[in-house]
């Protein structure tokens, strides 16, 4: 899951970007309002994290002008002004969620969760597809079989990308792009080395292969 | 104090009618003088007339040439009588019949001018005269019945008064219509005021009369003063607020995550964590309005459903029945922020520790405000409710989780004048809050 965390106090950002990649998430970081505009536009987030007194550019006009150009990206709102008035004007420019600070990371990182699995029309809770159950707290999944696994940081993100979109024909370098953030060095032969190592925990047939357009997570087995 | 129409109204009218009263007696008092003193003047050359008949013989003895007198001294009650008197003998005319006038003698030169009841109730003026031929001193009476002549004079008052009462009266209508036209801008700045108190203007139309322009920039003026002051204070409050929580949400990240000790650790956190909900609570308390009518009002069409919206979407993960007892087109005019605030963390405990149901109910009821809300959660033990209620929510109270956002409610309800109450609800089972807020109604 790729992840857009658009705010301006450098500390917080460094604290905070190791807790979300700790939690699995590719974070690209904009600390100013035109960026956070223009990457929240580029579609490979899955997920926006968006202070809303950034500089340069408002966080409620940056929203608006994702919202009004069609932009669906799923938005938690984060920051200090926390007054009722001001979270519903949040929600009303078209946050998802809303999250004041000061903030517990735990409390974030269930949020986001809960808002990834919102919109992609997944049940709250442990996320369960086909039988494949992950825990994204403890990054780990339990198979059909009822066998338990640990999961290493890319195996971790590039499954729950898979269980988030079931059934889609998902490219390499859309799976590059959603596991990895910009600061990452990309070897889209990478990926097969994960797949192949999933396929060993899940049994060969779920993961299938469509020549020349990518890989496909099926949730009949 | 009186209305300004009330007061003009009746100083026309008063004036009006002493204008028109004193008039009326004017002209009643003169026309009565004019007409006796013509009748008067009548009567002197018909005394000369007399004069001209008197004759007196060898005797003294007092002759009267009957030729020379008008016929009118001759018919019964005509109204015209004379009466010719000496010391010793007097003559009177043959129209007194067989009444007498009062015989008044005075001396040669003199004239008197007396008021004597006549026959057939007539009410004579009468003109005494003494004269003297040769020897003889007489007095000549001649009088005159005022009645025909008063009766034409009351004639005519009493249309003069009838006139006049018809023109006292449309005179009134049109200074009532005139009133009502120049005091038109007064009513509208007066309803306008009223829109104002409620919200539905933000100024005074300036189109208004050059006497009242200044009264109504002056308005104006204060209302935007008013209204910048209120969202410049708000907006330095809210930036100073994210100054102080960015720096110290930060510590508390860096705490989290050092490796100092734990007693360490948690004496920062907790530090940190009381600083900020003091700045919060402190700062939404000056951030109130109150009964200022200088912002945006809450819209119970808009700006309930966008914050009930915003509560759905902060519980998404819980499926909650939110039952609203609202009668349809409420308004009432609260600050829109004061009232979000108030509904927001009102409804947030609600949400946070309702198993399924929560009731909202608002109703307006002698221009106060009454708001219930009640959850089916697991409320808070009696011996706390009669604690929350006797003590007031305070800064420091820890109940759990109807704590800090209840203590923001109790601000802005004490701000508004207002009281609240707490309790087990009957209906849901767990923690009802009451609360009346006194708002000013159309």
């Known amino acids: 899951m790729r992840l857009l965390l658009a705010e301006d106090d450098h500390h917080l950002v460094a604290t905070l970007k190791k807790d979300l990649q700790h939690a699995g998430y590719a974070v690209d970081v904009a600390d100013n309002g035109v960026d956070a505009e223009y990457l929240g536009n580029e579609m490979i987030y899955d997920v926006a994290v968006l202070d809303l007194g950034l500089p340069q550019r408002n966080g409620i006009d940056v929203l608006k002008n994702w919202r009004s150009s069609g932009n669906v990206l799923p938005v938690i709102v984060l920051t200090a002004r926390n007054a009722w008035h001001e979270r519903v004007d949040g929600f009303k420019a078209g946050a998802d969620d809303y999250l004041g600070k000061p903030f517990h990371v735990e409390e974030l990182l269930a949020r986001i969760t809960a808002l990834l699995h919102r919109s992609n029309r997944q049940s709250a809770g442990l996320l369960n597809t086909g039988g494949v159950t992950l825990d994204e707290a403890q990054q780990t999944m339990v198979t059909e079989s009822g066998a338990t696994h640990k999961l290493t940081g890319i195996e971790f993100r590039l499954l729950r990308y898979f269980l988030l979109n079931p059934d889609c024909v998902l490219s390499k370098s859309r799976l590059t792009e959603h596991v990895y953030d910009f600061d990452s060095e990309k070897d889209s032969n990478v990926i097969e080395v994960y797949i192949r190592r999933l396929r060993q925990l899940l049994g060969k047939d779920r993961i299938e292969t469509r020549r020349g357009q990518g890989y496909v997570f099926k949730s009949t087995s | ?442």
């Not at chain 2, 009468?126 to 001649?142: A, E, M, P, W």
């Not at chain 2, 002051?229 to 510590?251: E, Q, Y």
């Not at chain 2, 109940?399 to 209906?427: C, E, P, Q, W």
Request: glycine share 4%.
């Open chain 2, 1 to 442: 104090m009186q209305s300004l129409q009330a007061r003009l109204s009746t100083g026309l009218f008063v004036s009006l009618v002493t204008v028109f009263s004193a008039l009326w007696l004017i002209i009643n008092i003169n026309i009565q003088f004019l007409a006796e003193e013509y009748i008067a003047s009548r009567l002197k050359h018909d005394a000369d007339t007399l004069l001209n008949a008197i004759s007196f013989d060898a005797n003294d003895k007092l002759i009267l040439n009957n030729n020379k007198i008008d016929q009118v001294y001759h018919q019964p009650f005509s109204g015209h009588y004379y009466l010719i008197s000496t010391r010793t003998q007097y003559k009177q005319s043959r129209s007194l019949w067989d009444q007498q006038l009062k015989q008044i003698n005075i001396a040669t030169g003199e004239q008197l001018r007396t008021h004597q009841p006549g026959p057939e109730k007539q009410s004579l003026l009468v003109i005494s005269s003494g004269y003297q031929i040769s020897d003889s001193l007489f007095t000549i009476s001649i009088a005159e019945d005022l009645n025909p002549i008063k009766e034409n004079i009351n004639t005519f008052l009493y249309w003069f008064a009838l006139i006049s009462l018809g023109m006292l009266v449309v005179l009134i209508a049109l200074q009532a219509i005139i009133l009502r036209y120049s005091l038109q801008p007064i009513i509208q700045i007066h309803t306008e005021l009223k829109s104002l108190e409620q919200g539905q203007l933000d100024k005074l139309s300036t189109d208004s009369p050059r006497e009242l322009r200044p009264l109504v920039n002056e308005v104006n003026h204060l209302l935007s003063v008013m209204e910048q002051r209120l969202r410049r204070s708000r907006n330095a409050l809210s930036d100073l607020a994210h100054a102080i929580k960015k720096p110290l949400t930060v510590i508390q990240q860096v705490a989290i995550n050092s490796n100092i000790p734990d007693g360490t650790k948690d004496t920062l956190v907790q530090q940190s964590s009381e600083i900020l909900q003091l700045t919060d609570r402190i700062l939404k308390r000056a951030r109130l309005a109150g009964h200022s009518h200088s912002g945006a009002l809450f819209s119970f069409a808009e700006d309930l459903p966008a914050l009930i919206k915003t509560l759905d979407m902060i519980y998404t993960s819980k499926t909650l029945q939110l039952t609203i007892n609202m009668p349809d087109n409420i308004t009432c005019p609260i600050d829109r922020e004061d009232m979000l605030e108030l509904l927001g963390n009102l409804l947030d405990n609600a949400y946070k520790w309702a198993n399924q149901h929560i009731i909202f109910s608002i109703k307006i009821i002698n221009s106060a405000l009454h708001i219930c809300i009640e959850d089916d959660g697991p409320g808070v033990e009696t011996d706390k409710i009669k604690e929350l209620s006797q003590r007031g929510v305070r800064l420091d109270e820890k109940t759990a989780g109807h704590g800090f956002g209840l203590a923001i409610v109790a601000d802005i309800v004490n701000s508004y004048g207002g009281h609240m109450d707490f309790n087990k609800s009957t209906r849901l089972g767990g923690f009802m809050t009451e609360l009346v807020v006194p708002i000013q109604q159309a």
